[in-house]
């Protein structure tokens, strides 16, 4: 998610800057050897588990139940 997400340029502490625009938003901030990948990639290699995968919902959605609420005062007077 974090991929898909724009880095906020103000929000960034006063000693960062931006050094690259290209790869991983990580990247921008801390250069081209800074790949979030890299682990996960290395831990697929050696058996770890697998990047491809699908979620499933084990509990249906339900939407909000929007009823009015009646005002139920504080002290009865």
């Given at each position: 998610?974090?991929?898909?997400?724009?880095?906020?340029?103000?929000n960034?502490?006063?000693?960062?800057?931006?050094?690259?625009?290209?790869?991983?938003?990580?990247?921008?901030?801390?250069?081209?050897?800074?790949?979030?990948?890299?682990?996960?990639?290395?831990?697929?290699?050696?058996?770890?588990?697998?990047?491809q995968?699908?979620?499933?919902?084990?509990?249906?959605?339900?939407?909000?139940?929007?009823?009015?609420?009646?005002?139920?005062?504080?002290?009865?007077?």
């Amino acid at each position: 998610m974090l991929a898909k997400s724009p880095i906020i340029e103000e929000n960034l502490p006063g000693m960062m800057e931006i050094v690259t625009r290209e790869g991983h938003p990580l990247q921008w901030i801390h250069g081209p050897y800074k790949d979030p990948y890299r682990q996960l990639a290395h831990a697929e290699e050696i058996g770890l588990g697998a990047r491809q995968y699908e979620l499933v919902d084990v509990l249906p959605i339900q939407e909000p139940d929007f009823k009015q609420v009646a005002y139920i005062p504080a002290s009865p007077d």
